[in-house]
């Protein structure tokens, strides 16, 4: 059974920073693309970053750049998402994605076969 379990988040308040996990299990995600993305209350699941299967190729959100990294360690099957300068408009539920089918970052959900529970990350003003 494959299972992405996300941990790191919680509340900060504006400027503050956080840092996901996404520990992958029941299969190996080396060779594949990985991928975060968030959802609002009363929005719809939008994407936030990805990246390649070797870590060399990733891909942000407009709204993230500059601000959040994501990296991956192979060997601990782990994708992470480091989140700086946070902003109020940055409140969501997390998501981890996987993809068994594309070894380089992809946006759209549909692209992605595992998911995460999510892990709530709130930033006050």
């Known amino acids: 059974q494959v299972q992405l379990v996300e941990s790191g988040g919680g509340l900060v308040q504006a400027g503050g920073s956080l840092r996901l996990s996404c520990a992958a299990s029941?299969?190996?995600?080396?060779?594949?693309?990985m991928g975060w993305f968030r959802q609002a209350p009363g929005k719809e699941r939008e994407f936030v970053a990805a990246?390649?299967?070797?870590?060399?190729?990733?891909n942000y959100a407009d709204s993230v750049k500059g601000r959040f990294t994501i990296s991956r360690v192979n060997a601990k099957n782990t994708v992470y998402l480091q989140m700086n300068s946070l902003k109020p408009e940055d409140t969501a539920v997390y998501y981890c994605a996987g993809t068994i089918r594309r070894s380089n970052p992809r946006v759209a959900p549909v692209e992605y076969d595992y998911w995460g529970q999510g892990t709530q990350v709130t930033v006050s003003s």
């Open positions: 029941g299969r190996t995600f080396s060779s594949y693309a």
């Open positions: 990246i390649s299967w070797s870590g060399a190729i990733t």
